[in-house]
């Protein structure tokens, strides 16, 4: 049962949208249905301010609004090529040029973390630099000259962001009541994931960690890199990494930079992305143009680790055998591997699901970005989606809200990228890894000893029935002998 505060926050983002003309903006009215087109029309009579392009009146409601809308702004910012280059540029302030906090109350937050005065932990603070939804940073330097950027969270954040949440939930909740056509796009569980992730942000120390371990993740790569966590400056609501090198993307002077190569540049952002999800099973989750710096002649560096992004084995291998088949423009084999990940329910036809594949992949296979129109091709696959009744997946939510984000931001560095080109690489390693024969006999000997060891400790394990103990002993090695041969003969038809 949603509170009654939770029903008024609703009903008031409503208005606050209403208000300034960003929830049916007149701009779009030659794009809606007759209905819409009349809402939108009596919604306007109670407009306040309509100043402004769509993209500078929505950005100063999601500002109004908090970080859940703050953070959907974020993600829209970086489709310029399907809401338009203004709008997702009006956009852009939300990613790291909202108003600061004062400084004294940065200052006092890192003494109560800390333990200790900032003039103990840093030689030098200042001002902040950036300020985001829920945190800004400030540039200090470090006893031994070390330059670093100190992550404060804003005050009362999490008490908003809880709000934000319950608001959230209500809204998944009337949608699953109010709309059923919807309910196929898991509305509750896209709700419960976005929290999840919002409340894991909001422990700076589970940020850092984060940090350090896509660090590691990134080395064996090279394709981006991430700075360093100063430990003793890490508290629940504090965070301090070594200072990112080159400029913040979100600066139209970071892509003019001398030196610079754009295409490699986009080429590293999708390939980063891909090795980490594809490779290790983790990603990084939030990479808009705010939290990547760039340095010539193609070096990439995230910051903001709060939203952190987990694969399992199956769902990377079928990522793989999905991506593996678009490259090769398998369609049948990548419809089959939808199937037989559940993504489509098994009562419609593989053949039919595959030629609706190839309806949106061959008009975009092999063109470059600023020649295919995303936002047709986006409208194609929802209407796919309805017609095979898929629904969401909430295991792949950040994964595929970060695609969207990492293909968006990459279009922009370059205009001409191909995404297909850029992925082939990582896919391939992937796959001539993961799904050669040599990598088939060591999956299998694993699973042949998991097994073992299972059967092992059934066969030292007390029967209830207290058979006579040589017994015990001989039935387990002839179950243990029965495995092994029964190994080696579907080993060799695997591998024939």
Known sequence: MASLGAVARLLGAGWILVRNDALLPREIEGYL???????????????????????????????????????????LSTRADIFGRSF????????????????????????????????????????????????????ATLADGRRVAVKVLRPGIERRVAADAEVLALAARLIVALAPPLRRLEPQKFAATVIRAA??????????AGADELAEVMARDGYMTAPQVVWEGVGKRVLTLTWADGLPLSEDRAL?????????????????????ALDHGVFHADLHEGNLFVAAPAKLQAVDYGIMGRLGPMERRYLAEILWGFLRRDYMAVAQVHFDAGYVPARHSVAAFAQAL??????????????????????????ITALFEMHLR????????????????????DPEHDIWAASEPVVRRWIARELSPAARIRRFAGEAQTALAAIARLAEAPPPASPPPETTGRLGWFAAGALIAGAAFLAAIWLI
């Open 256 to 276: 003019e930079q001398p030196g610079l190569d754009r295409k490699a540049l986009a080429d590293n952002l999708t390939r980063a992305f891909l090795a980490q």
């Open 33 to 75: 249905s007759p209905p819409a087109r009349f809402t939108g029309r009596v919604l306007r009579v109670f407009a306040r301010r309509r100043d402004g392009r769509p993209g500078e009146r929505l950005g100063r409601a999601c500002e109004a609004l908090g970080p859940v809308a703050i953070k959907l702004g974020q993600l």
């Open 358 to 383: 190839r309806a949106v992949g061959e008009p975009v296979f092999g063109r470059v970005a600023n020649a295919v129109a995303m936002s047709r091709v986006l409208s194609q696959l929802f209407e």
């Open 394 to 413: 909430p295991e792949l939510v950040l994964l595929q809200k970060t695609m969207v984000t990492v293909e968006g931001v990459a279009r922009r560095i």
């Open 88 to 139: 997702a540029e009006d956009l852009g302030r939300l990613k790291d040029r909202l108003d600061p906090f004062p400084d004294a109350v940065a200052r006092a937050t890192i003494a109560a973390e800390l333990g200790r005065p900032v003039e103990a932990v840093f030689a030098t603070f200042e001002p902040p630099v950036g300020a985001a939804s829920l945190a800004q940073a400030h540039p």
């Open 199 to 208: 409340e894991l942000e909001l422990d700076l120390r589970m940020e850092a």
